[in-house]
């Protein structure tokens, strides 16, 4: 059983240019989730979606940033018109679906996609 | 104030040492209280997860949880070399769904010396 796949592993690009980041979840996971680790800070979260829909978007920046996670494929996280800020490296984590009473809330992370904007 | 304060590094122990992590927090809606381990480059990885108050052991690994002072620990027997790496603690709040968005400590780096 794969983990969560992300690609890729490495990205850079120049400043305006778009950034696509994918991320594959787990097999039989229906739940992902993006964080952001800037340099010599904590991960932060971003986004949670489910398939098809976005649960809870409060820690994404408003502009620029979107994410997707549609019915077939990996979910996606984009960054147009990147800036020197947005180096950092990005962790996608994929938990499955909650168990009928359980309590099981833990996330598979990705080695994450280390974004590079010169 | 941040939401969750996790002591600052790096920390540097001799092989065999005991090992003491400590982060606070400052919401008292945090119900779930993880503990991730992250080497060098890669992603973070579950070590240990409680669920509100009280002591949970798994091998050379406790974790702590006393929600009345908002502290959380964790100890590391017998440290190895192999125990290097950045620790990370991490919580949620009241379960809302197969999980529940992360707000994590910065980390701490940890270097175990043979």
């Known amino acids: 059983n794969a983990g969560v796949m992300q690609n890729p592993r490495h990205l850079v690009r120049r400043r305006g240019q778009e950034a696509r980041l994918r991320c594959s979840p787990m097999?039989?996971?229906?739940?992902v989730y993006w964080y952001r680790q800037l340099p010599e800070e904590g991960l932060k979260f971003m986004v949670y979606?489910?398939?098809?829909?976005?649960?809870?978007e409060s820690g994404m920046p408003k502009e620029r940033f979107s994410a997707e996670f549609p019915k077939e494929g990996p979910s996606i996280l984009r960054i147009q018109q990147v800036v020197r800020g947005d180096s950092a490296a990005y962790f996608c984590?994929?938990?499955?679906?909650?168990?009928?009473?359980?309590?099981?809330?833990?996330?598979?992370f990705g080695q994450g996609t280390r974004l590079t904007v010169v | 104030q941040k939401e969750v304060e996790q002591d600052p590094g790096p920390l540097s122990v001799p092989e065999g040492a005991i090992v003491s992590l400590n982060c606070t927090y400052s919401?008292?809606?945090?119900?779930?209280f993880m503990w991730y381990r992250q080497y060098s480059r890669k992603g973070p990885e579950l070590l240990m997860y409680?669920?509100?108050?009280g002591n949970k052991e798994d091998g050379r690994f406790t974790a702590q949880v006393d929600k009345s002072s908002k502290y959380i620990s964790l100890f590391i027997r017998d440290s190895q070399p192999s125990d290097s790496a950045t620790y990370l603690c991490?919580?949620?709040?009241?379960?809302?769904?197969?999980?529940?968005?992360?707000?994590f400590g910065k980390g701490i780096t940890l270097s175990v010396r043979p």
């Open positions: 979606l489910q398939k098809e829909n976005i649960i809870d």
């Open positions: 409680t669920y509100s108050s």
């Open positions: 991490a919580m949620s709040a009241t379960y809302t769904g197969a999980n529940s968005k992360l707000t």
């Open positions: 097999k039989g996971h229906s739940h």
């Open positions: 984590a994929s938990s499955p679906s909650r168990q009928a009473g359980g309590l099981n809330t833990e996330a598979f």
């Open positions: 919401n008292s809606a945090f119900q779930y």
